[in-house]
């Protein structure tokens, strides 16, 4: 083996080579057993850390023992079964609404100062067909001189008799036709 030289470890090298011995003497210092793989492992209950294990039965007298947090509700007037029972002139009274996934009676009403009311807003149509009028009455008024001197082939008559029709469409301009 001529002509090779020693490999020695720069100083770059040497604090990733001491991790890399230190996470090798520590995973074969634990040994840590996966009972189900692929599933994140929790910690026990506190119960279930102490020496002492509870049966069911204890564990339920223990709740059957804590006092009841939720309050009951009023019991509920009876409901009558027909309307016709009920005195003329009275509405009847819907069944109440039955609230899910809370305990708590619904929060109170909030007061809410009243919105002004605002006007509907006006519509821009008049706008809208009075600009359309004003972009083709002057291409309208050129085409009626042309025709009115003799100088419209037939296409261009019927294209002026169109756009004569689109004016009166959007309605009369400022000189009432």
């Known amino acids: ?38 599933r994140a492992q929790a910690k026990p209950p506190v119960s279930a850390q102490s020496s002492e294990l509870k049966t069911l039965r204890q ?14 509700p009023p019991p509920a007037p009876p409901q009558k079964l027909s309307d016709a029972s009920q005195a003329p002139g009275q509405p009847p009274n819907p069944p109440p609404v039955r609230r899910r996934g809370s305990s708590s009676p619904p929060p109170p009403p909030i007061d809410q100062p009243a919105t002004p009311g605002l006007p509907a807003p006006g519509s821009t149509q008049g706008l809208t067909d009075r600009a359309k009028r004003d972009l083709m009455s002057p ?18 008559q019927r294209e002026l008799f169109r756009k004569q029709q689109d004016l009166r469409q959007y309605g009369p ?4 036709y």
């Open 139 to 156: 291409e309208v008024d050129r085409l009626r001189t042309e025709d009115a001197m003799g100088r419209l082939d037939p296409l261009q």
């Open 1 to 38: 083996m001529v002509g090779m030289t020693p490999i020695r470890p720069s100083a770059a090298l040497l604090p990733i080579a001491a991790a890399l011995a230190a996470l090798s003497l520590g995973a074969c210092a634990t040994e840590t057993r996966d009972d189900m793989p692929g």
């Open 59 to 72: 564990i339920q007298a223990e709740e059957n023992a804590r006092p009841s947090t939720a309050p009951q």
């Open 173 to 176: 301009g400022p000189l009432g």
